[in-house]
């Protein structure tokens, strides 16, 4: 297959994915996926233990954006949620503006790290516009805004170039972990910063860290043992308590939902 028929395959893919999947479901119950793996009994048998944990999820559309969108679906969700505790001491409240003033100082790490100010500005003022609008907004209006796809693409594409900036600045210390790729800026080229590439644990690694926040992974493997997975980013978490809670299956991320 020529280079051109490969790109217009992918891109006909992209169209058909976008075509036949909303970019969210509504919240659903997690027993769903007992069906769905009704034949997976490596799946299955882990279902019970998570059921327990997390009772209910959101699928996400399966198009390599899966991990970014969820984040910043999962962070704004959460501070509409707990919108009276936002000018409180409460871990809603601390991070709700450690947030804020991180978006507001991340035009320096762009700048930093070799970004041009008119790819990035537009994007800061859009997520401190959403950020500071959270007292108006509601579950209902953030699901609308995911589904305009301008806005939804506008807010992958800032948490992307974020951490890509982060990878950039922090070379030395990622140079081992870009297999495939030369540099860390050629991975960040290549692998962070276009949109539908998928996420893997670098990436998970950064976002947390640049953005602050804990992010806890449900790993429902093809493993033979009743147990998932769980991985915890950043290790070393201090912050707030403060939990993005995702279920990542082989190639793909969906929003989890843990007991109240």
């Known amino acids: 297959m020529d280079d051109y028929s490969a790109v217009d395959q992918e891109a006909e893919i992209q169209r058909e994915i976008e075509m036949t999947s909303p970019i969210f479901s509504s919240i659903l119950s997690l027993s769903a996926l007992e069906n769905e793996y009704s034949n997976n009994p490596n799946f299955l048998r882990k279902l019970p233990r998570i059921l327990s944990l997390y009772p209910f999820f959101r699928r996400t559309r399966g198009d390599g954006n899966c991990f970014y969108r969820c984040f910043m679906f999962s962070l704004l969700e959460q501070f509409i949620k ?5 000018n409180t001491d409460s871990p809603q409240g601390l991070m709700y503006r450690n947030l804020i003033q991180k978006v ?12 041009d100010p008119i790819c990035y500005e537009d994007f800061i003022d859009l997520i401190c516009t959403k950020l500071e609008t959270i007292n108006i907004s509601t579950e209902e209006t953030l699901s609308k805004d995911f589904e305009d796809k301008i806005l939804a693409d506008s807010i992958v594409m800032y948490s992307r170039f974020l951490t890509s900036a982060f990878l950039r600045m922090n070379q030395e210390r990622f140079e081992g972990f870009t297999e495939g790729y030369a540099t860390v800026v050629d991975f960040c080229k290549g692998e962070v910063e276009p949109m539908d590439r998928e996420s893997e644990q670098l990436q998970v690694m950064a976002v947390a860290e640049v953005f602050g926040v804990r992010i806890k992974i449900i790993y429902l493997d093809r493993s033979d043992s009743d147990v998932c997975t769980e991985l915890v980013f950043p290790i070393d978490y201090s912050g707030p308590d403060f939990t993005v809670h995702l279920l990542y299956r082989p190639g793909h991320y969906d929003l989890l939902y843990p007991v109240s």
């Open 82 to 86: 707990h919108k009276n505790q936002l």
């Open 104 to 115: 507001k100082d991340s035009g320096n790490w762009l700048m930093a790290a070799g970004f």
